[in-house]
């Protein structure tokens, strides 16, 4: 295998894996979770289905959306769908409920940190996005509205269902929204793999 290709798998494979392990750390924290995690939360509570299983099924939804959004799913795309939900359980079985507030605050920041690195290595990889980030740029590209309204419809509508449904909202949810950007601003770049130019077409 090229060196290239083994080190942009190996940064896919561990940023998917790392992704659910904070996923998981910050749902231990209590404190409240990302959008979408709010989603899965309030789903674990209506039908009794695991936290990880239910984050697959809600990944392969997104990822049909794509198709009348003519968006192409990459290997990481479907990585991503495939594994971050089994690694989050994996997370959530190792991990105990943290009950002191000084624990649930440096559990939260450890998980928020650690997506943010996830995030960077998974992106940086070039595999192609996840299956949540594709579904943004896709209605971006086929409506016209800005990245950060579609972003902002999509994320604050799957945030009001899981929290109709129960799932955990908190300050940790606010806290996601304020920072993540900025954390996956100062990793990408230090994560992003460099490819060789394409060879011009004679």
Same mark, same amino acid.
């Given at each position: 295998?090229?060196?290239?290709? #083994?080190?942009?798998?190996?940064?896919?494979?561990?940023?998917?894996?790392?992704?659910?392990? #904070?996923?998981?750390?910050?749902? $231990?924290?209590?404190l409240?979770?990302?959008? =979408?995690d709010v989603?899965?939360?309030?789903?674990?509570?209506?039908?009794?289905?695991?936290?990880?299983?239910?984050?697959?099924?809600?990944?392969?939804a997104?990822?049909?959306? =794509? =198709?009348?959004?003519?968006? $192409? #799913?990459?290997?990481?795309?479907?990585?991503?769908?495939?594994?971050?939900?089994?690694?989050?359980?994996?997370?959530? +079985?190792?991990?105990?409920?943290?009950?002191?507030?000084?624990?649930?605050?440096?559990?939260?920041?450890?998980?928020?940190?650690?997506?943010a690195? #996830?995030?960077?290595?998974?992106?940086?990889?070039?595999?192609g996005?996840?299956? $949540?980030? /594709?579904?943004m740029?896709?209605?971006?590209?086929?409506?016209? +509205?800005?990245? +950060?309204?579609? $972003?902002?419809?999509?994320?604050?509508?799957?945030?009001?269902?899981? +929290?109709w449904?129960?799932?955990?909202?908190?300050?940790g949810?606010?806290?996601?929204?304020?920072?993540?950007?900025?954390?996956? /601003?100062?990793?990408?770049?230090?994560?992003?793999t460099?490819?060789?130019?394409?060879?011009?077409?004679?």
């Amino acid at each position: 295998m090229p060196p290239l290709l #083994a080190l942009r798998l190996s940064k896919l494979l561990s940023g998917v894996f790392l992704y659910g392990i #904070a996923m998981s750390l910050m749902v $231990r924290a209590g404190l409240g979770v990302a959008p =979408w995690d709010v989603l899965s939360l309030g789903l674990v509570r209506q039908t009794g289905l695991p936290f990880g299983l239910l984050t697959i099924l809600i990944g392969v939804a997104v990822l049909l959306l =794509w =198709w009348p959004l003519r968006q $192409r #799913a990459g290997l990481g795309t479907v990585l991503n769908a495939l594994l971050v939900g089994p690694s989050a359980q994996l997370g959530l +079985w190792l991990l105990p409920e943290f009950q002191l507030l000084w624990q649930q605050l440096l559990v939260f920041a450890a998980g928020l940190l650690l997506l943010a690195l #996830a995030t960077g290595l998974y992106i940086g990889a070039r595999f192609g996005p996840g299956p $949540r980030d /594709g579904l943004m740029t896709g209605l971006h590209a086929r409506t016209g +509205w800005p990245v +950060w309204a579609v $972003r902002t419809g999509i994320e604050g509508s799957v945030l009001l269902a899981g +929290w109709w449904m129960g799932g955990a909202v908190g300050v940790g949810t606010l806290a996601f929204a304020l920072l993540i950007g900025p954390l996956v /601003g100062l990793t990408l770049p230090w994560c992003e793999t460099r490819l060789p130019p394409r060879p011009a077409l004679a």
